[in-house]
């Protein structure tokens, strides 16, 4: 499937900001810490530990599955942030987001189906890195498009407006501007 029409050119290819990426590996970060600081801690302590012999294996053999699902986990926070992707065309606003490990969803709307759009940040964090969200909502099949925790969302809603309004001078069908 190809996404672009021959004539058209990428403005803008969006993802979520790293901050969100950051986040979500150092908790598993923290959970990786957390069995050798209770190590550490009965080591310390001298903690009195009467192990019958295959308890040793158990306890490995469950550490080592722990160490793997974490490894897991944060693979797949990568994986689903690097494939989640929007894209701003000067034709089309199209929407890329992967659903699951093996469900992605992808989503176009040209960009004279738009009716209206808004930038939200939301919370300390976001105000401070200026990263936030980015609703569109258009006259489609896809009614409702999110850019999530993006960059610098005033500046894409100014760039799509502006875009949005030189596809309607070449779409005479559609004739109320966004307001």
């Known amino acids: 499937m190809n996404l672009f029409l021959p004539d058209e050119h990428v403005i803008v290819k969006l993802r979520s900001h790293p901050i ?33 012999e295959p308890f040793p294996v158990i306890l490995i053999f469950a550490g080592s599955l722990y160490y793997l699902y974490l490894l897991l986990f944060i693979f797949y926070a990568f994986f689903n942030y690097y494939l989640d992707i929007w894209i701003v065309t ?9 659903k699951s490990l093996f469900n992605r969803s992808i989503a176009k709307q040209e960009l004279f189906r738009i009716q209206d759009i808004k930038s939200e940040i939301k919370g300390v964090l976001p105000t401070l890195l ?11 099949e896809v009614p409702y498009f999110i850019f999530k925790k ?4 005033n500046r894409i809603v100014n760039t799509i407006l502006r875009l949005v309004e030189e596809a309607l001078q ?3 069908q559609r004739k109320d501007p966004l307001p």
Request: overall charge negative; proline content about 8%; hydrophobic content about 50%.
């Open 20 to 52: 969100v990426l950051f986040g979500q590996i150092a908790i598993y970060l923290i959970l990786i810490v957390i069995p050798l600081v209770i190590k550490v801690f009965l080591d310390l302590t001298d903690f009195p530990l009467h192990i019958e």
């Open 90 to 98: 000067d034709k089309h606003v199209i929407d890329i987001e992967q």
């Open 130 to 140: 200026n990263y936030g969200n980015v609703h569109i909502q258009t006259a489609g």
């Open 150 to 153: 993006i960059p610098d969302p």
């Open 170 to 172: 070449d779409h005479p």
